[in-house]
């Protein structure tokens, strides 16, 4: 355990590769806000607040940018991290399609229960990082 914090330790002293990387590095710095302002969606909160470590495990490239897997010493969290690196043009039709099967499965289900249904919002893209790439966690790591 201390080898591995000590190997981790080390991973973060060096420059930053990433931009997954970087934000891990703002949040072991305790830029909170800087940290905030890469992510995709303007509207979410930190999933990782505070930082200790962290290690590059893996990294794949997955539609619209790369999906990066680091070991990270948390309060939040103490393990596996997946954090995505996106184009922002990407996440936004992710989220208009993503909201687009939720309208759909809302609408089934007030189908079956004989009510009217409620629609969720379609995202707007000044709800989106207007950076060119943008960090994304996914949620259900959290839960």
């Known amino acids: 355990?201390?080898?591995?914090?000590?190997?981790a330790a080390s991973a973060c002293s060096g420059?930053?590769?990433n931009m997954a990387e970087q934000h891990l590095q703002y949040l072991s710095?305790?830029?909170?806000?800087?940290?905030?302002a890469?992510?995709?969606?303007?509207?979410?909160?930190?999933?990782l607040i505070t930082v200790h470590a962290y290690q590059l495990t893996s990294e794949t490239e997955i539609d619209g940018g790369?999906?990066?897997?680091?070991?990270?010493?948390s309060p939040e969290r103490f393990g596996e991290v997946v954090i995505q690196v996106l184009s922002t043009e990407a996440f936004f039709d992710m989220a208009i399609?993503?909201?687009?099967?939720?309208?759909?499965a809302l609408a089934d289900a007030?189908?079956?229960?004989?009510?009217?249904a409620s629609i969720a919002?379609?995202?707007?893209r000044e709800d989106i990082n207007q950076g060119k790439s943008c960090v994304f966690l996914p949620f259900d790591q959290f839960e």
């Open 110 to 116: 007030a189908e079956l229960l004989g009510e009217e």
């Open 121 to 124: 919002p379609a995202p707007k």
């Open 1 to 7: 355990m201390t080898l591995l914090l000590a190997v």
């Open 38 to 47: 890469q992510y995709c969606s303007l509207e979410d909160n930190l999933r």
């Open 97 to 104: 399609t993503s909201n687009a099967q939720l309208n759909e």
């Open 15 to 17: 420059g930053t590769e």
């Open 66 to 73: 790369t999906e990066y897997i680091y070991f990270v010493d």
């Open 29 to 36: 710095e305790g830029d909170a806000s800087a940290a905030q």
